[in-house]
């Protein structure tokens, strides 16, 4: 199946007058200045008119090929620079992967997203990489991948070969970036989320905050997603997981409701993205859970890892859902309906709790 058969997401263009790229970073800051319920009241507002407000999208991650990546990311426990004790694999079998998104689709997820410490892919990996899109979506799932930078030959195989999703973050301000990225530019990454859209596929696009990072990166970072000429279908915002042996290992605790405000202006700027609350989960209680998700966060990482680092168990999750209501979004892009683990829906019945 390729992109051409799927009904397309909703309408998410700078045509759409709802939906504007024009946004100046004077506006951006001045929705973080508002007060916290006033911004919260404007994003909730937003967020229902483009979705249920019910529901979140379920992405499951598995890390294809781990660790000795030559990148110096400050954040990242793969980077062979840093000492993090992780343990280096080689890129997985296409059936390996083919079966865990197989049990991550019984599991309830129906996006299955699929990460690879490198700068870029090589050409040599590329068959395997493209058997493996083709397999994830022969079970009927969406599929994403994050391979780092790409040509344009790698770009069009693998929308030729039906990723629907690539994921490319800009992770901060270019200002900030400096700081914590030197071993590609902040235009490399603009030119690949460029590459992405070019060839039809969807775009992920989304940052860390807890860098150590001020307020106005995270009004570059957000200004910058939100004036990309197409809006990234998804945008996930993560808390960095401090991994000892990294560089930021000891940074400073994220003020919560500074999280939750970012949150809430990526809703208001990009209404028709899901914005998904990405890593970091794991130090957050039920109440940030619940902040995040009124302030329009719609969609999760789901499933006790993400690449390297530990994600809340799949009972924790289901019996917050169900706590504050909230459904698994359903997949319409496919006409082969998905047959989630019943326990999402036991666990989402008012009585579960
Ligand atoms: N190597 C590819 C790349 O960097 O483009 C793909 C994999 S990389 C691990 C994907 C993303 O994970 C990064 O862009 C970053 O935003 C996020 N990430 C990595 N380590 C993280 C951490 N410790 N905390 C939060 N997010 C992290
Ligand atoms: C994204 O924005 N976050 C995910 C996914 N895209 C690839 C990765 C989070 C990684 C957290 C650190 C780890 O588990 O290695
Ligand atoms: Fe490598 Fe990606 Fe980690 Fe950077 S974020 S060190 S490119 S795996």
Redesign the pocket.
């Given at each position: 199946m390729t992109h051409s058969d799927r009904t397309p997401a909703p309408a998410n263009t700078s045509s759409n007058p709802g939906i504007r790229s024009d946004w100046t970073p004077g506006e951006v800051a001045e929705l973080f200045e508002l007060p916290f319920n006033d911004l919260l009241f404007r994003a909730q507002a937003v967020h229902r008119q483009y979705f249920d407000p019910n529901a979140v999208q379920i992405s499951t991650l598995l890390?294809i090929k781990t660790g000795a990546?030559p990148?110096d990311?400050a954040?990242?426990?793969?980077s062979t620079r840093f000492d993090t004790g992780l343990s280096v694999e080689e890129l997985m079998d296409v059936q390996a992967v083919v079966d865990q998104a197989q049990q991550a689709r019984q599991a309830g997820a129906t996006r299955f997203c699929m990460?690879?410490?490198?700068?870029s892919p090589k050409d040599r990996d590329m068959p395997a990489v493209l058997a493996m899109v083709r397999g994830v979506s022969a079970l009927g799932m969406e599929t994403c991948m994050?391979?780092?930078?790409l040509s344009d030959s790698q770009a069009e195989a693998l929308a030729e070969a039906g990723l629907d999703y690539y994921?490319?973050?800009l992770?901060t301000s270019p200002e900030y970036y400096r700081e914590i990225i030197s071993t590609r530019t902040y235009d490399d990454r603009l030119q690949t989320l460029e590459r992405v859209r070019s060839v039809g596929m969807k775009v992920c696009c989304?940052?860390?905050l807890g860098m150590g990072e001020q307020r106005m990166d995270r009004v570059g970072l957000l200004w910058q997603l939100a004036t990309l000429p197409t809006h990234p279908e998804s945008v996930?915002i993560?808390?960095?997981?401090?991994?000892p042996g990294?560089p930021?290992a000891d940074e400073a605790d994220m003020d919560a409701l500074e999280f939750v405000r970012t949150i809430a202006v990526a809703r208001i700027l990009m209404p028709a993205s899901h914005v998904r609350l990405?890593?970091?989960r794991e130090e957050m209680s039920e109440e940030m859970h619940a902040l995040a998700f009124m302030a329009g966060a719609n969609s999760i990482f789901y499933g006790d890892k993400?690449?390297t680092?530990a994600n809340p168990e799949e009972n924790r999750d289901l019996q917050l859902l169900a706590k504050l209501g909230i459904s698994p979004e359903p997949l319409t892009l496919r006409s082969a309906p998905l047959d989630p683990d019943p326990r999402f829906y036991d666990a989402s019945s008012p009585h579960a709790a």
């Open positions: 890390s990546c990148e990311c954040y990242c426990p793969q990460g690879a410490a490198w700068r994050t391979l780092g930078m994921n490319h973050n992770d989304g940052g860390i996930p993560n808390q960095l997981v401090r991994v990294t930021l990405s890593a970091g993400l690449l680092t």
